[in-house]
C-alpha cells in the first residue's frame, strides 16, 4: 500500500476551501481515518476523492442557488427600479405643474402691483389739483373749523375730524 496519506490541513489546501468544510465532508460520510501522526488524523487517497466530489457537488449545489437567488433579485431589482422610475415620472409632473402655478402667480401679483401704482398715482393727482384749486377756500375752511357751532348745529367730533 503505497497510498499518499493526506491531513485535514492538506486536503483544505488542495481543494481550497475551509477546514471545517472538510471536516464537515468528513462528517456527512461517515469518513475514518487510516492512521494518525501524533493527533493529526491522516486519510487516503480515496477518502480524499470522496470529500473532493462531497465539496464540488456542493458547491455546483450553491452555485445553482445562488445562480437562482441572482435571477431572483434581479428580477425585483427591475420592478424596483420600474417603480422608482414612476415615482420620479409623477414627481416631475408636481413639479412642471407647482412650476406652471407660480408662475401664474406671480403673473397676478405684478398685475396687482401695477395697478395699485396706477390707482396710487391717480389718487396723488387729484389730491394735487384739489389742494390748487381749494388753497383759497382751505383758509376758510380752517377758521369755519375753528369756530364753535351753537348747540343746535354743534357737529359730533367724527364729523368734524372726517369732513
Given amino acids: 500500500m503505497n497510498s499518499e496519506l493526506f491531513t485535514m490541513s492538506q486536503i483544505s489546501r488542495k481543494l481550497n476551501v475551509s477546514k471545517s468544510s472538510v471536516y464537515r465532508s468528513i462528517s456527512k460520510l461517515n469518513l475514518r481515518e487510516t492512521s494518525t501522526r501524533g493527533k493529526a488524523k ?6 480524499f476523492q470522496k470529500i473532493q466530489k462531497d465539496l464540488s457537488d456542493l458547491n455546483s449545489k450553491q452555485f445553482i442557488n445562488n445562480s437562482k ?3 431572483e433579485l434581479i428580477q425585483e431589482l427591475k420592478m424596483e427600479v420600474k417603480r422608482w422610475k414612476s415615482e420620479t415620472d409623477k414627481r416631475n409632473e408636481q413639479i412642471d405643474k407647482l412650476t406652471q402655478l407660480l408662475d401664474q402667480s406671480q403673473r397676478l401679483q405684478l ?3 401695477n395697478k395699485l401704482k396706477k390707482l396710487e398715482s391717480n389718487t396723488t ?10 388753497s383759497n377756500d382751505s383758509d376758510t375752511n380752517i377758521s369755519k373749523q375753528n369756530e364753535k357751532p351753537s348747540n343746535e348745529t354743534r357737529e359730533s367730533f367724527w364729523k368734524r375730524l372726517f369732513r
Fill in 111 to 113: 398685475d396687482v402691483q
Fill in 42 to 47: 491522516l486519510y487516503n487517497q480515496e477518502a
Fill in 69 to 71: 437567488n441572482n435571477s
Fill in 125 to 134: 393727482q387729484s389730491r394735487e389739483n384739489d389742494s390748487k384749486g381749494d
